[in-house]
């Protein structure tokens, strides 16, 4: 069991993921997909681009690029966040 003295929670991770996608994928790639993962366990659902550039020291473009390949091995979907109407 892998874990620190005072952790709260956990991230399950498919072994689905660990035997097929991970292998083949990116290292960089595989943080930020487990980094996804987390938050979402977490219930946060709301991330931006810039936060997770500056949480993993990537450039806007690395994390995009990570995106579109987690899009296009089907493991997640994006929806960009619509600007707020002004009052």
Same mark, same amino acid.
């Given at each position: ?22 292998? %083949? !994928? ?19 659902? !709301?991330? %931006?681009? %810039? ?28 929806? !960009?966040?619509?600007?707020? !109407?002004?009052?």
């Amino acid at each position: 069991r892998l874990y620190r003295e005072g952790d709260r929670g956990y991230t399950s991770v498919s072994n689905d993921f660990i035997d097929h996608y991970m292998p %083949s !994928a990116n290292g960089e790639f595989v943080k930020l997909y487990l980094y996804l993962l987390r938050c979402l366990s977490a219930g946060q659902d !709301a991330l %931006s681009v %810039s936060t997770l550039a500056d949480r993993f020291s990537n450039t806007e473009k690395d994390i995009c690029r990570a995106l579109r390949y987690w899009e296009k091995e089907g493991l997640l979907s994006m929806t !960009a966040a619509l600007p707020a !109407a002004s009052a």
